[in-house]
């Protein structure tokens, strides 16, 4: 028989783990290239998750409430400083990113999809409001941002009124990002230089007001295209479903020193681009025209700015290395191929038998007299 200590701490995390959760993130400072930090949980496959059918516990929300229903994951900005998103609990080392999505409206309202690292390697697609017809691409590499000469507008019509496939494909050689299965750009890592993002990345997505001055920096709301009048809103952003296939395998990634390079990193259990067969899995219909215009303006991906701040956000500040510090997966727990983080059969099998004992003794307890 178990303590009823034990069965307290056992519902409690039984309930925490099965619950898929908004709560808010807990933030750190720690740059890997500059410090030993905690280990990256790895993701190490693939996950096809259907936001139509709710929330899983392998994203978390913050910054604001993100809802489920039919249309899938939506993230809403009616006010100043709401800034909703959900962040991967899990990294992946090179991968794809497919996510079907609606951008959402409003002069200054921001939609994005960032792949970021501890380190502040960042690859973006990110929608304005203010244009139905383009998606912006970009790249980062160790939060340099000292020059902004990376950022493409690329063709995305109609992308707030139709569901589209955003797909952004990333392995040691190069970037490639795509639009309904359209290659609308890439960018090879010869190209990109030191700038090239090779280090462990957790996905990101919501929306955010670029445009809202009481929160942002002019440059901010002009590059977002506000001001953000939130009188015409609320602005909702809506994502059907998001397939994320890690291109390595294991447990969880560290880094090997402080370079920041991808040979650097290493796999507890498993290998750096052990899941190389699925590189060339990308399913595409076409390469589109070159990008409709180059330009030196779009600022480092982030889901807020200013007081909202939630990533690198605008501008880059050296110091400010936020990053997220979620919770790993618990040993004895495992993704399943929907997204969802659950008990093994043998973990299961363990915490039936616990609930099971601790249900005794709060019958036991409730008898009168009590009988233990």
């Known amino acids: 028989m178990v303590s009823l200590k034990r069965c307290r701490a056992a519902l409690a995390a039984g309930i925490g783990m099965f619950s898929s959760g908004a709560s808010a993130q807990t933030w750190t400072s720690c740059n890997p290239t500059q410090t030993t930090c905690p280990a990256n949980t790895a993701l190490g496959m693939t996950i096809d998750v259907d936001f139509s059918q709710g929330g899983v516990n392998s994203f978390v929300a913050s910054g604001g409430t993100v809802s489920y229903g039919s249309e899938g994951a939506s993230f809403t900005v009616a006010g100043s400083g709401q800034a909703p998103q959900l962040t991967s609990v899990f990294y992946i080392m090179f991968g794809r990113v497919e996510v079907t999505m609606k951008a959402a409206p409003g002069a200054g309202i921001v939609s994005s999809l960032v792949l970021q690292s501890d380190c502040l390697d960042e690859i973006d697609m990110e929608w304005l409001g203010a244009d139905d017809t383009e998606v912006q691409t970009n790249y980062f590499g160790k939060g340099q941002t000292g020059t902004f000469n990376r950022g493409q507008f690329n063709p995305a019509p109609n992308n707030q009124n139709e569901w589209i496939t955003y797909t952004i494909d990333w392995n040691p050689e190069r970037i490639v990002w795509s639009v309904g299965g359209t290659v609308v750009r890439t960018t090879t890592a ?44 609320p602005f909702s952003m809506y994502v059907k479903s998001a397939v994320v296939s890690d291109y390595s395998t294991g447990k969880s990634y560290t880094y090997g020193d402080v370079s920041g390079t991808w040979q650097s990193i290493k796999s507890e259990g498993g290998e750096i681009n052990g899941n190389v067969d699925n590189v060339n899995t990308m399913t595409l219909t076409a390469t589109a025209p070159a990008a409709t215009n180059v330009s030196p303006t779009i600022p480092a991906g982030g889901i807020g700015g200013g007081s909202t701040r939630t990533q690198t956000g605008w501008p880059w500040v050296p110091t400010g290395t936020d990053t997220p510090n979620q919770s790993t997966i618990p040993d004895g727990w495992v993704m399943t191929p929907s997204g969802k983080i659950v008990p093994s059969s043998s973990s299961l099998v363990s915490m039936f038998n616990v609930f099971s004992n601790c249900f005794i003794i709060i019958y036991l307890l409730k008898e009168d007299p009590p009988r233990i």
Request: no cysteine; hydrophobic share 25%; aromatic share 12%.
């Open 190 to 233: 010869s190209e990109a230089g030191s700038q090239y993002p090779q280090t462990p990345m957790q996905v990101k997505f919501g929306a955010w007001a670029g445009g809202d001055p009481s929160t942002n920096p002019p440059g901010t709301v002009e590059w977002a295209r506000g001001p953000t009048d939130y009188s015409k809103g």
